[in-house]
């Protein structure tokens, strides 16, 4: 069983930047992929950016590329999702997920545990 704890949400002016965490329980946390999805109103959720258990290798959306980073620190069973560049386009709900495998290409139904997520407005 894995919980995650997504924090760090709020509203910011465009160009700006926030934070994001998602610090999860379990013991297996490292062995296991993690995610950051979005979901705008109207819209599907989509990935925003995964990275592997280890963090070796991680994988982003095309419309984040050079904006975002995200991060992980096995020993705080945490990781981050660093957004600069914040644009309208990017509020949405964020959610952090766990996923049943470890590289960074898992498929959004291989995502088995969510959190419960945190709010991210860009707006003047």
């Known amino acids: 069983q894995v919980q995650l704890v997504e924090s760090g949400g709020g509203l910011v002016l465009p160009g700006g930047s926030l934070r994001l965490s998602c610090t999860a329980s379990?013991?297996?946390?490292?062995?296991?992929?993690v995610g950051w999805f979005r979901q705008a109103p109207g819209k599907e959720r989509e990935l925003v950016a995964a990275?592997?258990?280890?963090?070796?290798?991680?994988n982003y959306a095309d419309s984040v590329k050079g904006r975002f980073t995200i991060s992980r620190d096995n020993a705080k069973n945490t990781v981050y999702l660093q957004m600069n560049g914040l644009k309208p386009e990017d509020t949405a709900v964020y959610y952090c997920?766990?996923?049943?495998?470890?590289?960074?290409?898992?498929?959004?139904?291989?995502?088995?545990?969510w959190g419960q997520g945190t709010q991210v407005t860009v707006s003047s």
């Open positions: 990275i592997s258990g280890p963090g070796f290798s991680t």
């Open positions: 997920a766990s996923a049943r495998l470890a590289h960074a290409f898992a498929a959004q139904q291989d995502y088995d545990y």
């Open positions: 379990g013991r297996t946390f490292s062995s296991r992929a």
